[in-house]
């Protein structure tokens, strides 16, 4: 047992979490809008897809993920869910107000959310089958296979702490902000998602057209 390479996945599920993206403008989005649990259902969510990856890439499933028609469907469908997700939060921003005691989100409505955007983001299976892989095949060439399923089950810790202080961060501090803050946060949360989709459907229609 590597207790350094113990951190190092801990490390590696951060390093995943962390660069401002689809996920993390929603769980931003939602944690403002809602607060701490619906921030931190948004990343839940997200993490469940990451486990269906990270065993597609241990299970060595990831020649499906190489058929065109599937990275079609995978760039312009989750296009579209960014799309309409970042638009929503536009349009919501004009009434979202700082009372804390309004009706909120439903829990599962946010976890569906992360687990849609991640589970339809070619980018977040290009990160896992690019970074994960890599790590995968370098650590059982050096360590072995029989650790191998606890060295990546230290990623998901790192996947986890990432999500609680984004919740954390997101929800504690909503309080504190007035409604001007509020909206702006939403407005660009949401023109972040948008931008994201377009990119998603550009790449789409590249790939279909190619």
Same mark, same amino acid.
């Given at each position: 047992?590597?207790?350094?390479? @113990?951190?190092?996945?801990? @490390?590696?599920?951060?390093?995943?979490?962390?660069?401002?993206?689809?996920?993390?403008?929603?769980?931003?989005?939602?944690?403002?809008?809602?607060?701490?649990?619906?921030?931190?259902?948004?990343?839940?969510?997200?993490?469940?897809?990451?486990?269906?990856?990270?065993?597609?890439?241990?299970?060595?499933?990831?020649?499906?993920?190489?058929?065109?028609?599937?990275?079609?469907?995978?760039?312009?469908?989750?296009?579209?869910?960014?799309?309409?997700?970042?638009?929503?939060?536009?349009?919501?921003?004009?009434?979202?107000?700082?009372?804390?005691?309004?009706?909120?989100?439903?829990?599962?409505?946010?976890?569906?959310?992360?687990?849609?955007?991640?589970?339809?983001?070619?980018?977040?299976?290009?990160?896992?089958?690019?970074?994960?892989?890599?790590?995968?095949?370098?650590?059982?060439?050096?360590?072995?296979?029989?650790?191998?399923?606890?060295?990546?089950?230290?990623?998901?810790?790192?996947?986890?702490?990432?999500?609680?202080?984004?919740?954390?961060?997101?929800?504690?501090?909503?309080?504190?902000?007035?409604?001007?803050?509020?909206?702006?946060?939403?407005?660009?949360?949401?023109?972040?998602?948008?931008?994201?989709?377009?990119?998603?459907?550009?790449?789409?229609?590249?790939?279909?057209?190619?």
């Amino acid at each position: 047992m590597d207790i350094g390479l @113990f951190a190092g996945y801990v @490390f590696l599920g951060l390093s995943l979490a962390a660069p401002i993206g689809p996920v993390n403008s929603a769980r931003i989005d939602k944690g403002i809008k809602n607060g701490f649990w619906h921030a931190w259902m948004v990343g839940t969510g997200s993490m469940i897809t990451d486990g269906i990856f990270m065993a597609a890439v241990y299970l060595g499933l990831v020649r499906f993920l190489n058929i065109e028609m599937v990275q079609v469907f995978l760039w312009l469908f989750g296009g579209f869910i960014l799309i309409y997700t970042g638009v929503e939060s536009v349009i919501s921003s004009k009434t979202i107000t700082v009372d804390l005691n309004r009706k909120k989100d439903p829990l599962a409505a946010c976890f569906l959310t992360g687990f849609i955007m991640s589970i339809t983001s070619p980018l977040s299976i290009l990160f896992w089958l690019g970074i994960y892989g890599f790590v995968l095949v370098k650590t059982a060439g050096h360590y072995g296979t029989g650790m191998l399923l606890a060295y990546s089950s230290m990623v998901f810790v790192g996947l986890a702490i990432w999500d609680v202080f984004i919740a954390g961060l997101t929800g504690g501090f909503r309080r504190y902000f007035n409604h001007r803050t509020l909206q702006i946060i939403s407005l660009a949360s949401g023109a972040s998602l948008i931008g994201f989709g377009l990119y998603f459907s550009v790449q789409g229609i590249k790939t279909l057209l190619s």
